[in-house]
């Protein structure tokens, strides 16, 4: 009986330390990972398939979301208190700063775009330097026929930017006293508008009084005319000399009420000190042999 009794005690003690072998596993294991399926409550945000332990450690696969996705499968270590995870993931291309009172998570996300700059730091040429925008091809032209009209109308010519001189092998000619561009107006070949038949009147009578001939043939509305610039009347047009090769302008038509003018555009640009030339195109065989400056000039 003494045998048996102490058998007996013997499984009992068995028995306590099978239970205390079984408390001891489950307070060892209380140390080890604690698989929580749940997602962990955020602030405005959600979490995805997260592994957090008893330590706090959040790792695998932990999303943070506000607004925009902010990162793509990231591995964080968060801290967490109460439940609540404290920390949020910095991403390369979202900027988020997070701030916990009372267990309560507030956390501000700002996604930054491609081509945001910090203006503080950061200017563009135009803070430097003002814009101004290139005038078109029709408001030029508008301006131009604003100023040729202004000086038909006044009977004047631009005597800022021109001025009469003097030279040895023919006489007078007109100079620039500034730069010109091409397509600019110059000035206006001023005299009295006759048909053609009082022209071959007036020109007859200059020949028997032996004048110099300032008249300039063109055909306007099928018919033609003449300008008659022979009289000197102060204009600068008249006094622009002949050249067949080296030319500087052209002549062209202008009508203002109803009325034709003939006035100078430069061919080409054309510089300060330069002297304005033309091609008088004549086309007499008699005239050409009677003045050869007409040709080889």
């Not at 995805?48 to 695998?60: E, H, Q, R, W």
Request: charged share 30%; with cysteine.
């Amino acid at each position: 009986m003494a045998q048996a009794s102490r058998k007996t005690v013997k499984a009992k003690k068995n028995v306590n330390k099978t239970k205390a072998s079984s408390k001891s596993s489950e307070k060892g294991s209380e140390n080890t990972n604690i698989t929580n399926t749940n997602p962990l409550p955020i602030t405005n945000g959600t979490t995805k398939n997260s592994t957090v332990t008893k330590n706090g450690t959040v790792t695998k696969n932990s999303t943070v979301i506000k607004n925009s996705t902010v990162t793509k499968t990231s591995s964080t270590t968060a801290s967490v208190k109460n439940g609540v995870q404290m920390k949020l993931i910095n991403s390369t291309t979202n900027k988020t700063n997070s701030t916990t009172k009372n267990g309560n998570q507030k956390t501000t996300t700002t996604k930054k775009k491609k081509n945001d700059f910090d203006k503080s730091t950061n200017h563009l040429i135009t803070d430097y330097y003002k814009v101004t925008r290139r005038k078109t091809t029709k408001t030029l032209k508008e301006e131009q026929d604003q100023a040729i009209t202004y000086f038909i109308k006044n009977d004047i010519d631009d005597i800022e930017s021109l001025k009469i001189q003097e030279f040895d092998d023919k006489g007078r000619g007109i100079v620039t006293t500034k730069k010109f561009i091409k397509g600019s107006f110059i000035c206006e070949y001023r005299g009295d508008l006759i048909d053609l038949q009082k022209a071959k009147t007036r020109e007859k009578l200059y020949e028997s009084q032996q004048l110099g001939c300032y008249m300039y043939y063109f055909t306007w509305s099928n018919k033609q005319w003449c300008i008659d610039a022979t009289a000197d009347t102060g204009r600068l047009g008249r006094l622009i000399n002949h050249s067949r090769k080296k030319p500087n302008l052209k002549t062209k038509l202008f009508i203002l009420n109803d009325v034709p003018h003939l006035i100078f555009i430069a061919l080409d640009d054309i510089d300060e000190d330069t002297e304005l030339l033309y091609d008088y195109g004549e086309t007499n065989r008699c005239a050409i042999e009677a003045h050869p400056w007409i040709k080889n000039t």
